[in-house]
């Protein structure tokens, strides 16, 4: 059955792709850098159907983050699978280094990290060889000494996944396609009839990233660079082309034998890009034992044909949509969360750092309570926030909340989040409503209201047109903006930095601790516009 998967097959904060088959089943997983929990677990049966069972780093004690930058944290992992185990190597930037976890099932639960002594560099990738050996690829600054910024190496050496050491010989075996090449990273290995392929990525995460191989007869190389490279890459179509950044690609083959490639890629507006880096998928076909991107294409495309039958996780009964009685939202979706009907918030929430989930508590029939903190947006530690991805250029959120009384110098609201320098907040406190734009770290009141009864069972609502914002209070059916057409260019990685998208949610401030304050949230909801 002939089927299309829409580009981007995961919309929004979902970087850094990395898949695997099992038979019938395509497993995704994504970084998430400072943010708890932490790798995303996506579930497909026929790549363009996607339900998320879990995350890989669930437990503080997997996942140290602390005073960690948004940026930071957990970079690309790699997923694989071998001989009824699931692995998952990453790098924890801000704690520990390189590091591989296991499980038994994909959904979890997955074991403490196994941190890997003289693994330095980033981006590390798991191949197994059909002698059972498993090898540990990664990159690393030039043994000899960078000459420039991004000079770095891949290398390989032999993987012990019974000490989880690394043993026997460390070789550097490439350092790009390009020449003077610029962060060779994300290094993927595989073999394919008398071949051993390194596919990886060059230029850097931005404009000029690009996917690139090169093949051996010997693990060990030499490795012989493919006169066709790079295999895929945006930079040559123009800085106003709609989709940019195109690269880290990783390959998975279908039972039915056909070949595709997931890679990251943005779509800016006007040059910006709020969403962040964003998974998108490729056809491949091989030519000469070379692989070829979408063949007489030569770019990602709108949609990409897929020939697999049509699998749909919430008429699947085995699925975990169906199991977990639809406890996670669909990727990509829009959804309405009625805190006081839900035991629990679905694996798409996202807190910032090491949260203390004590202060996120549900209670049937009132909603979600949070203990607001004195810990704030600004700063590189924890505060009461809890959010989904931004999945849309246009968008509306909602949110219903109750302060408390008295509410003791408490802020609580909605926030749009880039990093904790920038980032754009709605919020409630001292009887009025305020819009709080927060660039370079310095806040700017651009919006205010007055409001009646001390903001007390108050919804307030952000809606969201690409590069603008409008942000306002609903109070007796009425809309009463605070500010309208808001300039929010800011929270986009040209301007802000770093490698994350925005997430949205809704948090909770004090300036004084409490732990008697609670705010109240009965519902939130996101809703994709036109």
């Known amino acids: ?61 997997q996942l140290p983050l602390p005073h960690a930058g948004h940026s930071q944290g957990l970079f690309a992992p790699t997923i694989r699978y071998h001989e009824g185990t699931y692995y998952v190597i990453c790098t924890n930037v801000s704690y520990g280094g390189n590091y591989v976890v296991t499980a038994e099932n994909p959904a979890g639960p997955w074991s403490e990290p ?18 059972g ?44 396609a390009m020449k003077g090449v610029h962060w060779p990273e994300g290094p993927h290995l595989y073999k394919r009839g008398d071949y051993y392929y390194i596919m990886h990525a060059e230029g850097g995460t931005g404009p ?13 190389g030499p490795y012989e660079n493919h006169f066709c490279n ?29 070949w595709y490639m997931t890679m990251l890629a943005v779509r800016p507006i006007k040059g910006y890009t709020t969403m962040g880096r964003e998974t998108f998928l490729a056809k491949v076909t091989w030519e000469n034992d070379w692989p070829v991107v979408n063949a ?39 959804r309405v969360y009625d805190f006081t009907r839900m035991e629990s918030l679905g694996d798409e929430f996202l807190y910032l750092r090491n949260p203390e989930l004590s202060h ?36 509306r959120m909602e949110t219903t909340l109750k302060m408390p009384e008295p509410a003791g110098g408490c802020g609580a609201g909605l926030a749009l989040v880039q990093s904790n320098e920038y980032h754009l907040r709605l919020e409630v406190s001292d009887g009025k409503f305020q819009a709080i734009l927060c660039q370079k770290g310095q806040d700017a009141v651009v919006g205010e209201l007055a409001l009646p009864e001390a903001g007390a ?4 609502y952000l809606r969201v047109d690409g590069l603008q914002a409008e942000a306002g209070c609903i109070i007796a059916d009425q809309e009463l903006p605070a500010a309208k057409g808001l300039d929010i260019r800011s929270l986009s990685t040209e301007v802000a930095g770093g490698f994350v998208g925005c997430t949205a949610g809704v948090y909770a401030v004090t300036e004084a601790e409490s732990g008697d304050l609670r705010v109240l949230f009965s519902s939130l909801s996101y809703t994709a516009g036109e």
């Not at 196994?114 to 002698?131: C, K, N, Q, R, V």
């Not at 000029?208 to 060990?220: K, M, P």
């Not at 749909?312 to 669909?330: C, F, I, M, Q």
């Open 208 to 220: 000029e990233h690009a996917v690139t191989i090169c093949r051996s007869r010997n693990i060990w």
């Open 296 to 334: 007489g294409i030569g770019r990602l495309t709108d949609e990409v044909e897929i020939d697999l039958p049509k699998w749909l996780p919430e008429l699947d009964p085995e699925s975990y949509t169906s199991r977990s009685k639809g406890k996670n939202a669909v990727p990509g979706s829009n």
């Open 230 to 258: 790079p295999i895929l890459t945006h930079r040559h179509l123009g800085q106003a082309y709609p989709i940019k950044y195109v690269g880290h690609g990783d390959l998975i083959e279908t039972p039915a034998g056909e």
């Open 114 to 131: 196994h941190y890997l002594e003289g693994a330095d560099g980033i981006d590390p990738s798991l191949f197994f060889d059909t002698d």
């Open 360 to 395: 996120y508590i549900l209670e049937a029939g009132k909603g979600l309570y949070l203990a607001p903190t004195s810990v704030t947006l600004k700063e590189k530690d924890s505060p009461s926030y809890v959010a989904i991805r931004q999945q849309h250029h246009r968008f």
């Open 133 to 176: 050996k498993c090898y540990y690829i990664g990159t690393h600054p030039n043994p000899e000494g960078c000459r420039y910024d991004g000079d770095w190496y891949i290398w390989i050496q032999e993987l012990d996944l019974n000490r989880w050491k690394l043993v026997g010989e460390h070789r550097n075996v490439w350092n790009g």
């Open 457 to 460: 069972g108050l919804k307030l």
């Open 1 to 61: 059955m002939t089927q299309y998967a829409k580009n981007p097959i995961m919309p929004g904060f979902y970087p850094d792709p990395s898949i695997c088959a099992v038979g019938e089943d395509f497993y995704l997983v994504n970084s998430s850098f400072a943010y708890f929990p932490g790798l995303p677990v996506l579930h497909s049966k026929d790549l363009v159907h996607w339900e998320q069972i879990g995350n890989v780093m669930e437990r503080q004690s």
